[in-house]
């Protein structure tokens, strides 16, 4: 189920001009980031989970937009608060800055 959402966000990402790149290209372009605050709601319903969430860089590094893919709302909103505060360096796929999404996970563990 979650190749095939990412899949079609993969086919909405390339009509828009921005290229789709693994986690581990992202990370390693990783400038500076702010880890997701447990939100107080979701620890005492004992909520945990995996969440996954659509990041869409610009040419500067600059996180534009995040986007919850799967997982707990409650959880998702924190990883997206915490993730528009992340800088990377340009991602230059081909030698040329560009925009760019990838998918990251992020795991809350109580």
Do not use: C
């Not at 990402?13 to 921005?18: E, K, P, T």
């Not at 581990?24 to 004992?46: C, G, I, N």
Request: charged share 25%; glycine share 6%.
């Amino acid at each position: 189920m979650i190749a095939l959402i990412l899949s079609f966000a993969a086919a909405a990402a390339a009509q828009d001009g921005i290229i789709r790149i693994p986690e581990p290209e992202a990370r390693k372009a990783l400038v500076s980031r702010t880890d997701p605050e447990y939100p107080a709601m979701a620890r005492q319903m004992h909520l945990s989970g995996r969440v996954i969430v659509d990041i869409y860089i610009d040419e500067d590094g600059k996180v534009e937009d995040a986007k919850p893919v799967n997982g707990n709302a409650l959880l998702s909103s924190a990883a997206v608060n915490a993730v528009k505060r992340w800088k990377f360096s340009p991602i230059a796929p081909g030698g040329t800055p560009k925009k760019v999404v990838t998918a990251m996970a992020f795991d809350f563990k109580l």
